[in-house]
């Protein structure tokens, strides 16, 4: 059975950093996609970040643009683990995080591209 867990969730004062973790279990994600999604109460679930597979050993991401130059997304392969390094926090990043992979090589910012899903970690900045 495959299982995404996040963990690293909290509450942070605005300007502060988490990182969170997402390991998964079941099978080994190190040719997919894995990625980063957010929901905020009222708000539809949105993509945050995603990392792919390694070409040469470099591993290519992609940013929201709200997130770009405050968040890093990385992934160890051999822990099969998926991270989120979130720098510069604001409050308006309040919002469930959720981490999510594919079951193939999408490079797909939609939701709905994506087959696994965690339960979700909740991030909390204050101002």
């Known amino acids: 059975q495959v299982q995404l867990v996040e963990s690293g969730g909290g509450l942070v004062q605005a300007g502060g950093s988490l990182r969170l973790s997402c390991a998964a279990s079941g099978r080994t994600f190190s040719s997919n996609t894995m990625a980063w999604f957010r929901q905020a109460p009222g708000k539809e679930r949105e993509f945050v970040a995603k990392i792919g597979w390694s070409i040469s050993r470099t591993y290519y991401a992609d940013y929201a643009d709200s997130v770009q130059g405050r968040f890093t997304i990385s992934r160890d392969s051999a822990k099969n683990t998926v991270y989120l390094q979130m720098n510069s926090l604001k409050p308006e990043d309040t919002a469930v995080y959720y981490c999510?992979?594919?079951?193939?090589?999408?490079?797909?910012?939609?939701?709905?591209?994506?087959?696994?899903w965690g339960q979700g970690t909740q991030v909390t900045v204050s101002s």
């Open positions: 999510a992979a594919s079951n193939g090589r999408v490079w797909d910012r939609a939701p709905d591209k994506y087959d696994y």
